[in-house]
């Protein structure tokens, strides 16, 4: 793909991995638009480097569609990349013995899991409109799952099935979406230098870095920008989840 006068819509685009592949694309001559509840953070980060936004939540239905429809003026929406989401620490029950919250649980598939469905139909459907490049391709979906679907951790029960939810609708949706000419990829990130990370202090922050099998130091959002970027660029990857994650593996604590 052509991302030179392409348009994109990043959630979660305020900061983070959101604003790694905002600056990456808008680097390359994509037309970002930025969609991130944190109007403040959305509004500098498109004044700094050309992009649009929109506020909103992924969880509404009718924000994402704001969003999309944002990024969809001019017919040339080819990317969506779903970087919103959060975690939350709870054991299947708590140390006395009573059970996960079930408010916080449902809470994270709304976000993690609907939040990133809602873009991904969405964007799809306004994709699918668009004139189709060679070999018919029309556009791209890029999901961000994380290691924790694989390697989920002590009191990840609730942030790990909906990471594994995301990992799940990779295949499918590649498959729903060929006929149109869309592809959809997973990344699986690592431990990344993002502002959740960023609240630890310095000592949990070289442990973790430490972890890493290597190189030994946390990820950056701008190397996550650069994965979504060749994606994007190569036509030949569908259907796949990629782990971004120095090698790491988590233990179970």
């Avoid at 916080?104 to 994709?127: D, R």
């Amino acid at each position: 793909m052509e991302l030179t006068g392409s348009s994109a819509v990043i959630t979660g685009g305020a900061s983070g991995l959101g604003a790694g592949t905002a600056r990456t694309l808008t680097s390359l001559g994509v037309r970002c638009t930025i969609f991130d509840r944190n109007e403040d953070g959305a509004k500098q980060l498109a004044d700094e480097i050309g992009a649009n936004y929109v506020a909103g939540d992924v969880t509404d239905p009718e924000d994402c569609q704001r969003a999309v429809n944002q990024a969809a003026e001019g017919g040339n929406l080819r990317i969506a990349v779903n970087c919103a989401g959060t975690g939350w620490v709870g054991r299947v029950i708590n140390r006395d013995n009573s059970p996960h919250d079930p408010k916080a649980f449902k809470f994270i598939q709304e976000l993690n899991v609907l939040g990133t469905f809602y873009v991904m139909t969405i964007a799809a459907s306004a994709m699918a409109g668009t004139e189709p490049l060679a070999d018919g391709e029309r556009g791209v979906i890029v999901n961000t799952a994380s290691v924790a679907a694989f390697d989920g951790q002590v009191g990840q029960l609730a942030y790990s099935a909906s990471k594994g939810a995301v990992v799940g609708m990779t295949l499918p949706a590649a498959r729903d979406l060929a006929p149109v000419g869309i592809r959809v990829m997973t990344i699986a990130p690592g431990l990344f230098d993002t502002p959740l990370l960023g609240m630890l202090p310095d000592e949990q922050r070289d442990a973790l870095a430490q972890s890493v099998l290597f190189p030994k130091r946390l990820g950056q959002p701008l190397q996550y920008g650069a994965l979504v970027a060749h994606i994007a660029q190569n036509s030949y990857l569908n259907g796949e989840v990629i782990r971004l994650d120095g090698g790491i593996r988590m233990p179970p604590k």
